[in-house]
């Protein structure tokens, strides 16, 4: 006695191209979080040590403001800040050590970019974004303990380069393929 079954039954026709296609989506996103990621680590440490000499820089008053301003705009690193000035927003503060006749410390602010909105906030004044605990190094109580401080922020606007760009990468929300705004603070 044969057993009978039905042709279609053993049919495998499609099921490689299923197979297939299932393999490649999932291969396709993750080739692309790993090169958006990428690229968003890569723009967050520039972001970092662009902050970071910045302000290392000038807290040495090497230079004047808008100097340092150029300096750190020119800067070859993967934020080509140069060719996109409304792309980044760099603020850099100082706040000088009060004197016998005024105790409180002063705040210069000078600022570079055009990007606006999303976050981007100006170091606020009176302390220019110190924290308390540094503040009272460069509050007149009969001596400043230090001169100076400077405060440097910067602020830049990835645009996603994948389909992918903003697949909540970070936990920030899942907004589909719009920029985000990356900041750093350094202070010295």
């Known amino acids: 006695m044969s057993q009978q ?11 490689t191209i299923l197979e297939l296609s299932i393999s490649l989506m999932l291969f396709l996103f993750m080739a692309f979080g790993v090169i958006e990621y990428g690229s ?4 967050r440490n520039s972001l970092t040590q662009l902050a970071r000499e910045g302000a290392s820089l000038a ?12 300096l750190l705009e020119s800067t070859d690193n993967a934020l080509d800040l140069t ?10 503060a100082q706040i000088t050590a009060g004197t016998a006749g005024n105790t409180a410390p002063t705040c210069i602010i ?6 606006s909105g999303g976050g981007v906030q100006a170091p606020a004044l009176p302390n220019c974004d110190l924290d308390a605990n540094l503040m009272g190094y460069v509050t007149y ?3 400043a303990q230090v001169g100076q401080f400077t405060v440097v922020k910067v ?14 990468w970070f936990g ?7 920029p985000t705004v990356m900041m750093s603070r350094a202070i010295f």
Request: aromatic share 8%.
């Open 155 to 168: 602020y830049y606007q990835h645009d996603p380069i994948t389909p992918f760009g903003n697949f909540d």
């Open 110 to 115: 000078t600022e570079r970019g055009g990007l």
């Open 172 to 178: 920030g929300g899942n907004n589909g393929n719009a």
């Open 141 to 143: 109580n009969g001596v």
């Open 59 to 70: 807290s040495r008053n090497l230079t004047s403001d808008q100097n340092m301003l150029d």
């Open 5 to 15: 079954t039905h042709p279609l039954c053993h049919d495998e026709r499609g099921s």
């Open 83 to 92: 060719n996109n000035p409304s792309k980044y927003r760099i603020f850099l």
């Open 40 to 43: 968003i680590l890569n723009e």
